[in-house]
Each structure stands twice: as C-alpha cells, then as structure tokens.
C-alpha cells in the first residue's frame, strides 16, 4: 500500500508494516517535551501511572520557557516543582534560565530533534519539528506523562492534505506570509485531525527558519502536524545542530491524500492576520488606517536568526514612530549572542527598540508586554485570540519580522516594500 | 452513565485562552482553574454554573494551547459534558485523558440553545433536550477510546495495561 510520509513514520514508529488514515496506533516516541506551564500537571499526574521512574532520562526535554525568568511567585513556584523533578529523575535536557530559550527554537538548534522521529509535546506549537521531516505533535500534561512513563503514545493515524509549493517568494515574503496565507485560505479548522504535507519544487527555496514558521502554525489550521520532505538544506541543518542519524521517509508518488493543494509562492504578499482569528488575513498594504501601539518580533514562530536579521533590516537608519513601543526577543540564548555579534542589537536599540532575555512572555499575555484596553499590537508570534496578549478589549494582529518592523516604523500596519 | 443539566452555549471556534486565560496559568489548581472558567467571553458563567451542567460549543471547540489547564477547568467547574459540532484535537485528547466526557454532533450544537435542560448518556451518545423534546445521536467512541473512558483516563490505562 503506498503512504505518505506521516504514514510511513507513524508505521515505523508503532512497529507495523503499515498504517492508514483513522487507525488507532501505540507509537514509540523519541522525545517528550514540556515547559513550565504543562510540566507541573504532568509531574502531579505522573506517579499515578504506576512507574517509578521515567522512561528514559535522556529522551525528555524540560524547558521553562513560558513565564521564565519567573514572573511572579506563583510562576517561581512551578519552576521550582519542574527542576526538582528533573534533578530527582536526573533529565539530561533540563534548561535551567541561562541555557534555556523558547522550546521550540531550542530543540533543533540543540540538535535534540531528527527527521523520522517521533515528538510529543506538551505545548501546541511542537508540530514546529516536521520542519526537520519528523512527526511532531502537541498534547496535553497527562499525555506527556504517559510518554515519561512508558515512551510511548496513542495516535489515530491522520489522513493528509498536500500542499505542494511552486517557484519562489517575492523580497520581502516569508515562510510566515506563506502559512498566514494557507490559514486565511483554509480556515483554522481547516486541517482538523489531519497532516499537513508541504512538497514540490517550491519547498527547495523555503529557509530552515521559513520551514520551522510553517510548521510551528500547522496547528493554527487545526492540523495534527505539519511535515516537510528532507532535502539538502534540512541535512545540513541537522549535521550542523549535532542531530542524531536523521532516518529519511519519503511520500510515496501514488501516496493517497485527502486533499491537493497548489499555491505559487510568488502569488503571496506580505499578509497579516486581523483580530480574533488567525484565519482572518489581508494583505499588510491595506492596514494603513489601523494604528498600533506595541510590536512584538519573537516567539517559538519568529524569534529565529533570520528573523532578527529581516527586522533589522527594515529598522537600520530608521526609528520606531512616536507612542510605538517594539520588543525584541531573540528565541534562545545563542540566537541573542549570534544577533548580538552582528551588531543587530545596536540597530535595534538606535531605532528605539527594547531588547528582552528569551522567553515565550508577551505571545500568551504572561508578561513582558502586556496590552491594555484598546491597544493594539503588531506581532510575530502565532494567535490573536480574545484577550491572548492582555486585556480582552485588545487586538493583536500577526505578521512576519519584516511587516512587524516596517509597522513599527509607521506606526500603522505597513508593508515592508512601502517603506 | 447519565448526565443532566442546563445548557451554557458559545460559538464556533472557542479557544483554550478564552476557556481559561494564560495570566492564570501560574498555578494548577483545579479550582483556582474553575474560578476563573469562560470569564473572558462570559463573565457570568462561574456565576451561574451548576454541578452537571453541559456545555455546547459550536465547531473547532477547544482550539489553540494545550493547555489541559482548559479541560480541568471546564470539570472542576461542575461541567458534566462539552457537546460540540468538531473539537479542536488536542483539546478532544485532553479530555479524553483527564476523564471529562465530550460528544461531536453537529446536529446537536446547532439546535440545543441556552437553558434549554440536557440530559446525555455518555455511553450510548444519545443527546435529549428534554426544553425542546428532541433526541440526538453523537458518533460513538471508537473501542480503544471507549476502554480509555471506561479505565477512567489515561493514567488508569496504562497502569493496568503496560
């Protein structure tokens, strides 16, 4: 029977020959993730499952990420349940603040994560690894639990929508315009219960860092996972993160899909997504009339490198408008040295920027950019729901570095090519 | 298993942050996580919530976070039962996991309205809206699923099958 390569993965993973869509599998899974918020219910759920220890030490990843460094006593505390627990089971890929960064840029840059694994996570966004060609996928706390325990998790194997990409991005568009584009298309249900697959001649000009934005947004469209195939890019990739022996699975030519999509990369604009659903996109040049008071440039989406380097080229020479407050944060520790290096920071801060630690912060409403009633922000990260970044009467309105920055400059949405 | 209670509806699309907000999220208490349930699109709901009440939610219900912090604050407020046209799937394994009975019916959703008085058999899937007199039928669990709910959660499961 010939599958997909979700399907091949999954099979491989839950030790049979084959699978397909809607049967329901155990799979051993090669990583178990966690932050600050989810961990703590699953450490509490933990003993409940009857082992005594983790399955394995070395194949979970503990990242307090969420409201650290710790926002508040309340946040201080379930940090501290996190790292006594992974001191207690002697967790190799405990992060403690120092080496820590957003989960989702730390695992591949920390080479944790290879093509044909098979990740959980108890966060939304882990879906961010199929960038690499794995099968990724976010769950809750007790799921995660049960993955400590046994290394193992129950899926029902998805059926798959293709999306197959041709020729190459307009300047000034990123893998993030790209997925924006794919959620206002197809809804944030769009993809419930399936995978999403990215192929054809398109995928070669996507960076890494565009691949891991489209990936990370998969879940945005309601999908399961979101997997691109393993090409040049993504092995050298692998080889330079110090990833294990990637394991290479490829859709088969009459694999069977729900669905095929095809979209011209130079067809999408810069495109942003207009509160209170990411579906609900317009292309960046008709937001001249919406004011903004905040930009954020960050998050598990778009706190990688390139990012940093987009945004910086649009602030370099210029100042962030009056009554604009823009916020940096570099994703992990050594994005903020390598950033750091090439002088981003001194664009960033001659242009009015503030430069943060890494952290997940203002993209859920923690901290570190809250908004107030009836501000409004311009931000990179990945939902705009009610009251997501701070009070309900505010709005957030997602866009890529370049289309953040050039707002910021503004002081109203703005495409980047306007400037 | 019988379930009986009035109907709080919501819309399409309900997402984690508005079920429960991250500016909780420090703590994992489940009744801290109840106190503060829905408050972002319906202030009252705390309020007027009673033990075995159900709610309805449209499509997609639960989307967004994975947060389970969103199922165990839905439970511990006294829910009985989510009843929605699709939900969000980490939302639907969550749930699953943690014990809180869901049903998809679309049918369901689109026609129980607020206060209307719900009693459900979470076993057969059968759905009576005992305001209006009509009966629903939601797709039954698959068997894996079933003996999940039947073990009482995940937790359960596993212990006494691995």
Redesign the interface.
């Known amino acids: 029977m010939p599958m997909t390569m979700t399907e091949k993965i999954l099979a491989a993973a839950a030790g049979e020959k084959e699978v397909h869509p809607g049967q329901?599998i155990m799979a051993n899974l090669d990583m178990v993730l966690g932050n600050d918020?989810?961990s703590?219910?699953a450490i509490?759920?933990f003993p409940?499952?009857?082992k005594k220890n983790v399955f394995d030490k070395d194949r979970i990843a503990l990242v307090p990420d969420?409201?650290t460094p710790n926002?508040?006593i309340?946040?201080a505390e379930?940090c501290a349940c996190v790292r006594a627990f992974a001191k207690s089971e002697s967790i190799k890929n405990y992060f403690e603040v120092g080496q820590a960064g957003v989960e989702h840029a730390l695992l591949p840059e920390q080479g944790l994560v290879t093509a044909g694994d098979v990740i959980i996570?108890?966060?939304?966004h882990?879906c961010t690894y199929g960038a690499v060609g794995a099968f990724s996928t976010?769950?809750?706390?007790?799921?995660m639990?049960?993955g400590m325990?046994?290394g193992?998790a129950?899926f029902k194997v998805p059926q798959t929508i293709l999306f197959r990409l041709h020729g190459s991005f307009r300047p000034y568009v990123t893998g993030k315009d790209l997925i924006l584009h794919i959620i206002g298309m197809i809804g944030?249900?769009g993809a419930?219960?399936e995978a999403m697959e990215f192929a054809g001649e398109g995928v070669s000009s996507l960076s890494m860092d565009d691949r891991f934005t489209v990936s990370n947004m998969a879940?945005e469209a309601?999908a399961?996972n979101g997997i691109f195939p393993v090409d040049d890019k993504t092995l050298a990739y692998l080889k330079e993160s110090g990833a294990k022996e990637p394991r290479i699975y490829q859709s088969d030519p009459d694999a069977v899909y729900d669905r095929i999509i095809d979209i011209d990369l130079g067809s999408i604009v810069p495109t942003v997504s207009y509160p209170h659903?990411p579906e609900n996109t317009h292309p960046a040049s008709d937001g001249a009339g919406i004011k903004i008071d905040q930009v954020v440039i960050g998050s598990c989406t778009n706190g990688r490198l390139s990012d940093l380097r987009a945004a910086a080229s649009i602030l370099k020479g210029r100042k962030v408008a009056d009554g604009v407050r823009c916020i940096v944060i570099p994703a992990t520790q050594k994005i903020w040295k390598e950033a750091m290096h090439e002088g981003l920071f001194d664009i960033f801060i001659d242009s009015g920027c503030v430069v943060s630690t890494p952290t997940c912060g203002p993209c859920?409403?923690?901290y570190m950019g809250i908004l107030a009633k009836g501000e409004r922000c311009v931000s990179t990260t990945n939902?705009n729901?009610?009251?997501?970044m701070g009070h309900?009467e505010s709005e957030v309105y997602l866009a890529s570095p370049y289309t953040a920055a050039a707002s910021a400059v503004k002081g109203f949405i703005a495409a980047p090519e306007a400037l | 298993m019988n379930r009986e209670g009035r109907a709080f509806r919501y819309g399409d699309n309900i997402d984690t942050d508005v079920i429960i907000p991250a500016r909780y999220l420090n703590t994992s208490e489940h009744k801290e996580l109840a106190s503060h349930c829905m408050e972002d699109i319906d202030k009252d709901f705390v309020k007027n919530v009673k033990e075995g009440d159900i709610i309805v939610g449209g499509k997609n219900f639960g989307c967004g976070s994975s947060r389970e912090h969103a199922p165990i604050a839905i439970k511990a407020s006294g829910i009985s039962c989510v009843i929605a046209a699709t939900f969000a799937r980490i939302f639907f394994r969550n749930s699953i996991n943690i014990g809180l009975p869901i049903l998809e019916c679309p049918e369901a959703s689109r026609e129980i309205q607020s206060g209307d008085v719900v009693s459900v058999d979470i076993s057969t899937g059968t759905i009576v809206d005992k305001t209006t007199g009509k009966e629903y039928k939601a797709e039954p669990f698959p068997p894996f699923m079933q003996k999940l709910i039947e073990a009482g959660g995940l937790a359960e499961y596993i212990k006494e099958n691995y």
């Open positions: 329901l918020i989810t703590p219910v509490k759920e409940k499952f009857g969420h409201f926002k508040d309340k946040a379930q996570g108890a966060d939304s882990t976010g769950v809750g706390s007790t799921d639990a049960a325990a046994i193992k129950w944030v249900d419930l219960y879940v309601g399961k659903l859920l409403g923690g939902r729901f009610v009251g997501r309900t």
